[in-house]
């Protein structure tokens, strides 16, 4: 039986195709974890359900309400896509480590 995490999401817009990507990685993920749960994908379609939801660009991904990145910038939330930094480099989606790291802290 895998450990279970409450709660996976997955936000995006659909001006940015990186959140194709990101769900595959958020996939392998979990599967190499074996977690068990449901990625919730939660389109925001406008400026203001983008500040409604906090949200800070596509793809972001969620544990229990808490984004993977805490590099992410919490001042601006806005339909953009979004960018990760990796060893330096960028990245329009995150790597498998820090989705990895984020999810083992919500591990029960």
């Not at 997955?10 to 595959?24: E, R, T, V, W």
């Not at 392998?28 to 389109?43: A, F, H, S, Y």
Request: net charge neutral; glycine share 6%.
């Amino acid at each position: 039986m895998g450990i279970a995490v409450p709660r996976i999401e997955l936000l995006y817009f659909d001006g940015c195709p990186n959140h194709q990507d990101a769900h595959a990685l958020l996939m392998e993920v979990l599967r190499e974890e074996n977690i068990q749960t449901p990625i919730i994908r939660r389109k925001v379609e406008t400026p203001e359900s983008a500040a409604r939801e906090h949200f800070l660009g596509s793809p972001s991904i969620r544990a229990n309400g808490t984004d993977i990145d805490p590099s992410g910038d919490t001042r601006q939330y806005s339909l953009r896509c979004r960018v990760y930094q990796h060893n330096g480099k960028l990245s329009g989606v995150p790597d498998k480590e820090m989705i990895r790291n984020a999810l083992k802290q919500f591990m029960t």
